[in-house]
Nanobody, 116 residues
């Protein structure tokens, strides 16, 4: 079955960095677009970044552009989110996502808290 397992979240001070990982299994990872989303307390889940199957093209929400970088390692079935210059507004649970046919698949999420 499809599994997405995020890791790498934690508490970081404003201006700091974190790298999130999402280990995927149960599907043809190297042929699928992968995405990161986040959900802050009391807010809707929002899209953060996407990367194509080969990693050649990535796209970002305006709120993270220039600070976050999505990447992938198809040999390891893993997608990453490097987050720099973090602010308290980045505090959220971060989820990785893929879409197979009509179905969306999500991991359990990893908490990122940006606070001094």
């Amino acid at each position: 079955q499809v599994q997405l397992v995020e890791s790498g979240g934690g508490l970081v001070q404003p201006g700091g960095s974190l790298r999130l990982s999402c280990a995927a299994s149960g599907f043809a990872f190297s042929s699928k677009v992968m995405r990161w989303y986040r959900q802050a307390p009391g807010k809707e889940r929002e899209w953060v970044a996407s990367i194509t199957s080969t990693g050649a093209i990535s796209d970002y929400a305006d709120s993270v552009k220039g600070r976050f970088t999505i990447s992938r390692d198809n040999a390891r079935n893993t997608v990453y989110l490097q987050m720099n210059s973090l602010t308290p507004e980045d505090t959220a649970v971060y989820y990785c996502n893929t879409r197979l046919g009509p179905n969306d698949y999500w991991g359990q999420g990893t908490q990122v808290t940006v606070s001094s």
